[in-house]
């Protein structure tokens, strides 16, 4: 199956982004996203599950599948959000703080240039966006030392102690190819931002 969806998600212009979760690494994710067996095919499309199939399917098959989830109406997203940007600003810090990575995206992105928050919203984005990611299992390395410290990141957003959650993902940064160190800098200082009193 993997060769499969691989070849389909690397075509020019296919627009999908394949994320592969390793179930006995992952085994949270495994339990929110009800994967009894592998393989377990989920496609998503604004936060949301729109398709899934578990077992092998032939290439033509995985294929309808696919053209029908693309010629489909995408859902909408489930975020009401206010007009005021301070209050959508207030929004996303509350979804954050509650670990729902995919409404605070909804919340704290197209902030127009000088709006009030603009500029705070911009630093919680790549916050929050990982937040998304990790949710849906983009973010999963497959590398159990980064993965024991993003669950243990997850707790601590769980459990309200956001201020402990900092130190994992510094932990992570020492951890990470330089490259991908810059990103995590975003991530880290939308963090501390979500935390301090401002």
Known sequence: MTPVLERIASEKDSGIMLAKVNTRANPQTVIKNSVRSTPTVKIYHNGKVVESFVGGRLEHQVRNIISKVKDGEPP?????LSSDPKQRFSQGKS????GRGF????ALRDFKPGEPMAEQAAVLLPLAQ???DLDDGDRWTGKRKIDDLYHAFL???DDRQLADSVEHLR????LLPKTDQPNMDKIIAGLELLISKK
């Open 76 to 80: 909408a997203p489930s975020v009401k």
């Open 95 to 98: 979804h954050l703080k509650k």
């Open 103 to 106: 409404e605070a995206t909804i």
């Open 130 to 132: 990982f937040m998304w």
């Open 155 to 157: 707790d601590d957003i």
């Open 171 to 174: 932990t992570v940064q020492t």
